[in-house]
């Protein structure tokens, strides 16, 4: 069986009828590009959410009201008030906490903010000087919140980037200038640097104010809705969530860990749960990708079982002359399978570019997997193999004599 002859053989074959190669190619083209663009939209996704997770800060803690298991400490459900300045003081300051480096107490919520005729709802952060630390918040022009300020419950504010574009609009720098939320007017004293980011959490899009303001003026309130802390070390996180966890049960005078009325989190159960969430979210669009993939496959099936009815009459000939089973099997395969590589390798080429028109376009790093790819010829390769072989069999079974008598 001389391989080469039948290689060129199948080419001549199938671009005889050119219109319907090539509708038979779309398929798995549109298949395979599909499933290489939405894995690599996936993968973006979760390095674009796991970076912006990243950026809050090193080796951080975040205590929030309600129920958690972190750390050895498990609580149920709780009241969203539970969490005070004096727990974040009492964590900064007790001896039996030897492993977080900085506390952080802050109170969010979300206001509409005016500055002359423009105005927004943004997050509105009540934090202190040690937010920036925390948090690795950079000041662009300006200053950040100081002591004085939150002891003075100063009524000032520093701008996200995001915040202070729409507000004061582009190529403005809005420090010395005033902005409005909830009839309370703050002076602008500073624009921190951008951190990117998107949607309900955009770091940029944010108003920072002390805690004692925020708390005293705008909201009016006593409570915070979270505490985060710098652990010593990765090493130590562990360590400092038991640590902390016991601190808090103890002021909270609760005896039993599963009465715990907080939750403590880590940056590493973030990235998890993120992970999780956005590597399902992958898992379900190559999922709905892969049955464009099936499509194809089963185009490619009809073609080859159009292409046997049509060359009857030259297989019966074949196989009158002595041509055996496995070379008239061979024969269609290998059409099959140049049909279904071809359209795998020029799905290859769209979704790399579709993947990176996605990502050029929504601000994502440009994520492509060496897997996929494999994957990718692996899967056109099988279609053509798997839907190739019904009618390869088909082909080989029929009886000469029948065959040549065919009209």
């Given at each position: 069986m001389d391989y080469r002859e039948m290689f060129i053989e199948s080419l001549s074959t199938l671009t005889l009828n050119k219109l319907r190669t090539g509708l038979a190619i779309l398929g798995i083209v549109i298949g395979i590009g599909s499933v290489i663009a939405l894995v690599s939209l996936g993968q973006a996704s979760q390095k674009a959410v796991e970076s912006q997770i990243q950026s809050l800060g090193s080796n951080l803690l975040t205590v929030m009201p309600g129920s958690s298991q972190e750390g050895g400490v498990r609580g149920a459900a709780g009241a969203r008030t539970t969490l005070t300045y004096d727990d974040a003081k009492a964590i900064e300051t007790s001896d039996a906490i030897t492993t977080v480096k900085s506390v952080s107490p802050e109170y969010s919520g979300r206001a509409q903010a005016v500055a002359g005729r423009n105005n927004i709802n943004t997050s509105v952060m009540g934090v202190t000087p040690l937010y920036a630390k925390v948090r690795?918040?950079?000041?662009?022009?300006?200053?950040?919140?100081?002591?004085?300020?939150?002891?003075?419950?100063?009524?000032v504010a520093v701008l996200g980037?995001?915040?202070?574009?729409?507000?004061?609009?582009?190529?403005?720098?809005?420090?010395?200038?005033?902005?409005?939320?909830n009839s309370q007017?703050?002076?602008v004293i500073g624009v921190t640097v951008s951190k990117g980011g998107s949607g309900f959490q955009n770091q940029d899009d944010i108003i920072y104010v002390p805690l004692t303001t925020v708390q005293k003026q705008l909201f009016g309130v006593n409570y915070l809705s979270t505490i985060s802390l710098e652990a010593e070390s990765e090493e130590v996180m562990t360590e400092?969530?038991?640590?902390?966890?016991?601190?808090?049960?103890?002021?909270?005078?609760?005896?039993?860990?599963?009465?715990?009325?907080?939750?403590?989190?880590?940056?590493?159960?973030?990235?998890?749960?993120?992970?999780?969430?956005?590597?399902?979210f992958t898992t379900l669009l190559s999922g709905?990708?892969?049955?464009?993939?099936?499509?194809?496959?089963?185009?490619?099936?009809?073609?080859?079982?159009?292409?046997?009815?049509?060359?009857?009459?030259?297989?019966?000939?074949?196989?009158?002359?002595?041509a055996k089973k496995k070379v008239v099997i061979t024969q269609f395969l290998t059409e099959s399978v140049i049909l279904t590589f071809t359209g795998g390798l020029f799905g290859i080429i769209l979704?790399?570019?579709?993947?990176?028109?996605?990502?050029?376009?929504?601000?994502?790093?440009?994520?492509?997997?060496?897997?996929?790819?494999?994957?990718?010829?692996?899967?056109?390769?099988?279609?053509?193999?798997?839907?190739?072989?019904?009618?390869?069999?088909?082909?080989?079974?029929?009886?000469?004599?029948?065959?040549?008598?065919y009209e």
């Open positions: 690795k918040i950079d000041i662009s022009s300006g200053n950040f919140i100081n002591d004085r300020d939150v002891t003075a419950v100063s009524k980037p995001t915040t202070a574009a729409d507000l004061f609009g582009e190529d403005v720098n809005p420090v010395g200038r005033t902005v409005r939320i007017t703050l002076s400092a969530q038991n640590q902390v966890g016991y601190l808090l049960l103890q002021r909270h005078k609760l005896d039993d860990p599963l009465e715990a009325d907080f939750s403590i989190f880590s940056q590493q159960d973030i990235l998890d749960t993120a992970s999780q969430v956005t590597g399902t709905v990708a892969a049955i464009s993939l099936l499509v194809g496959g089963i185009g490619i099936m009809n073609v080859m079982l159009v292409t046997v009815t049509e060359r009857t009459r030259e297989i019966g000939l074949r196989k009158a002359l002595g979704g790399i570019f579709v993947s990176y028109l996605f990502s050029a376009f929504m601000s994502f790093a440009f994520v492509v997997s060496p897997k996929s790819i494999l994957l990718a010829f692996a899967v056109s390769a099988a279609i053509g193999i798997v839907f190739g072989l019904y009618p390869a069999r088909k082909a080989a079974n029929l009886e000469p004599i029948e065959a040549l008598r």
